[in-house]
Protein backbone atom coordinates (compact mmCIF):
# COMPACT_ATOMS: atom_id res chain seq x y z
CA UNK A 1 0.00 0.00 0.00
CA UNK A 2 2.82 2.62 0.97
CA UNK A 3 4.66 2.03 -2.26
CA UNK A 4 0.79 2.30 -4.11
CA UNK A 5 -0.07 5.32 -2.31
CA UNK A 6 3.53 6.74 -3.05
CA UNK A 7 2.77 6.25 -6.56
CA UNK A 8 -0.74 7.87 -6.59
CA UNK A 9 0.25 10.73 -5.01
CA UNK A 10 2.89 11.72 -8.01
CA UNK A 11 0.36 10.49 -10.32
CA UNK A 12 -1.86 12.81 -8.89
CA UNK A 13 0.05 15.63 -8.24
CA UNK A 14 -1.41 18.92 -8.86
CA UNK A 15 -5.32 17.23 -8.68
CA UNK A 16 -7.69 15.41 -6.88
CA UNK A 17 -7.36 11.83 -7.76
CA UNK A 18 -10.45 9.89 -9.51
CA UNK A 19 -13.00 7.28 -7.74
CA UNK A 20 -11.12 4.62 -9.39
CA UNK A 21 -7.59 5.58 -8.84
CA UNK A 22 -9.41 5.94 -4.87
CA UNK A 23 -10.10 2.21 -5.20
CA UNK A 24 -7.37 0.70 -4.00
CA UNK A 25 -7.25 2.80 -0.52
CA UNK A 26 -11.11 1.70 -0.13
CA UNK A 27 -9.99 -1.90 -0.76
CA UNK A 28 -7.17 -1.83 1.86
CA UNK A 29 -9.50 -0.27 4.41
CA UNK A 30 -12.19 -2.46 4.14
CA UNK A 31 -9.38 -5.77 4.60
CA UNK A 32 -7.46 -3.90 6.88
CA UNK A 33 -9.16 -5.89 10.31
CA UNK A 34 -8.42 -8.81 8.63
CA UNK A 35 -4.85 -8.27 7.78
CA UNK A 36 -4.31 -7.21 11.19
CA UNK A 37 -5.56 -10.07 12.87
CA UNK A 38 -3.87 -12.02 10.23
CA UNK A 39 -0.54 -10.17 11.65
CA UNK A 40 -1.32 -11.06 15.08
CA UNK A 41 -1.85 -14.40 14.72
CA UNK A 42 1.13 -14.64 13.01
CA UNK A 43 3.40 -13.04 15.51
CA UNK A 44 1.19 -15.67 18.61
CA UNK A 45 2.70 -18.73 16.29
CA UNK A 46 6.05 -17.53 14.85
CA UNK A 47 8.09 -19.72 16.68
CA UNK A 48 5.69 -22.78 16.44
CA UNK A 49 5.64 -21.80 12.27
CA UNK A 50 8.88 -22.56 12.02
CA UNK A 51 9.55 -25.05 14.26
CA UNK A 52 7.07 -27.28 12.20
CA UNK A 53 8.62 -25.83 8.71
CA UNK A 54 12.14 -26.80 10.32
CA UNK A 55 10.81 -30.26 11.21
CA UNK A 56 9.29 -31.33 7.97
CA UNK A 57 12.35 -30.30 6.35
CA UNK A 58 14.71 -32.29 8.59
CA UNK A 59 12.18 -35.20 7.74
CA UNK A 60 12.48 -35.03 4.03
CA UNK A 61 15.52 -33.38 3.51
CA UNK A 62 18.04 -33.29 6.16
CA UNK A 63 20.86 -32.13 3.75
CA UNK A 64 19.22 -28.71 3.35
CA UNK A 65 20.35 -27.91 6.63
CA UNK A 66 24.47 -28.23 5.64
CA UNK A 67 27.05 -26.49 3.93
CA UNK A 68 29.71 -28.76 3.27
CA UNK A 69 29.96 -30.50 7.08
CA UNK A 70 29.03 -27.30 8.76
CA UNK A 71 24.93 -27.07 10.33
CA UNK A 72 23.50 -23.88 9.12
CA UNK A 73 20.31 -24.64 11.30
CA UNK A 74 20.80 -21.75 13.57
CA UNK A 75 21.44 -19.53 10.32
CA UNK A 76 18.13 -20.83 8.22
CA UNK A 77 16.21 -20.00 11.81
CA UNK A 78 17.67 -16.79 11.84
CA UNK A 79 16.71 -15.54 8.04
CA UNK A 80 13.70 -17.58 8.14
CA UNK A 81 12.63 -15.27 10.81
CA UNK A 82 13.53 -12.79 9.49
CA UNK A 83 11.91 -12.85 6.29
CA UNK A 84 8.52 -14.30 7.96
CA UNK A 85 8.59 -11.13 9.89
CA UNK A 86 8.67 -8.51 7.02
CA UNK A 87 6.61 -10.58 5.23
CA UNK A 88 3.80 -10.33 8.03
CA UNK A 89 4.68 -6.37 7.60
CA UNK A 90 3.94 -6.51 3.82
CA UNK A 91 0.68 -8.43 4.17
CA UNK A 92 -0.52 -6.00 7.05
CA UNK A 93 0.42 -2.68 4.86
CA UNK A 94 -0.42 -4.72 1.68
CA UNK A 95 2.98 -4.02 0.43
CA UNK A 96 4.58 -6.84 -1.31
CA UNK A 97 6.75 -4.70 -3.79
CA UNK A 98 8.42 -3.28 -0.69
CA UNK A 99 9.66 -6.33 0.33
CA UNK A 100 10.22 -7.73 -2.89
CA UNK A 101 12.98 -4.64 -3.43
CA UNK A 102 14.36 -3.56 -0.19
CA UNK A 103 14.53 -7.72 0.87
CA UNK A 104 13.96 -10.50 -0.88
CA UNK A 105 16.13 -8.98 -4.03
CA UNK A 106 19.49 -8.22 -1.67
CA UNK A 107 18.30 -11.42 -0.15
CA UNK A 108 18.45 -13.64 -3.37
CA UNK A 109 22.26 -12.21 -4.04
CA UNK A 110 22.92 -13.41 -0.57
CA UNK A 111 21.49 -17.04 -1.13
CA UNK A 112 23.22 -17.15 -4.37
CA UNK A 113 26.52 -17.04 -3.18
CA UNK A 114 25.95 -19.59 -0.77
CA UNK A 115 23.99 -21.58 -3.01
CA UNK A 116 20.90 -21.83 -0.45
CA UNK A 117 18.26 -21.76 -3.44
CA UNK A 118 17.07 -25.01 -3.19
CA UNK A 119 16.55 -24.85 0.79
CA UNK A 120 15.00 -21.23 -0.04
CA UNK A 121 12.39 -23.26 -2.57
CA UNK A 122 11.11 -25.98 -0.27
CA UNK A 123 11.39 -23.84 2.88
CA UNK A 124 8.93 -20.76 1.37
CA UNK A 125 6.83 -24.10 -0.18
CA UNK A 126 6.43 -25.97 3.27
CA UNK A 127 5.84 -22.52 5.05
CA UNK A 128 2.66 -22.32 2.39
CA UNK A 129 1.36 -25.44 4.38
CA UNK A 130 2.53 -25.29 7.56
CA UNK A 131 0.67 -21.56 7.53
CA UNK A 132 -2.77 -22.87 6.66
CA UNK A 133 -2.80 -24.88 10.16
CA UNK A 134 -2.41 -21.85 11.58
CA UNK A 135 -4.67 -19.34 9.69
CA UNK A 136 -8.05 -19.33 8.62
CA UNK A 137 -8.54 -19.96 4.84
CA UNK A 138 -9.23 -16.09 4.44
CA UNK A 139 -6.03 -15.28 6.55
CA UNK A 140 -4.07 -17.88 4.44
CA UNK A 141 -5.36 -16.32 1.36
CA UNK A 142 -3.84 -12.58 2.13
CA UNK A 143 -0.29 -14.45 3.43
CA UNK A 144 -0.05 -17.75 1.16
CA UNK A 145 0.78 -15.28 -1.76
CA UNK A 146 3.67 -13.25 -0.08
CA UNK A 147 5.13 -16.88 0.55
CA UNK A 148 4.84 -17.46 -2.45
CA UNK A 149 6.52 -14.26 -4.25
CA UNK A 150 9.27 -15.23 -1.44
CA UNK A 151 9.54 -18.84 -2.80
CA UNK A 152 9.60 -17.77 -6.69
CA UNK A 153 12.25 -14.45 -5.23
CA UNK A 154 14.79 -16.60 -3.02
CA UNK A 155 14.22 -20.20 -4.30
CA UNK A 156 14.91 -19.35 -8.43
CA UNK A 157 17.88 -21.70 -9.87
Known amino acids: MLSQLQALGYKTDGRYATDEELKMIIEFVRSFQLRAQTYQQL ?52 DPDSLRERLLFWM ?34 LFCPILEMNRQVLGAV
Open 43 to 94: QAAEMQIVQQVYAKMKAVEPGLFLSGNADVSAKWKRDTIRVLRYSAIAMLLD
Open 108 to 141: RTVMKAFGAERSCNVTYAVMQEVVKQHLSPAQAN
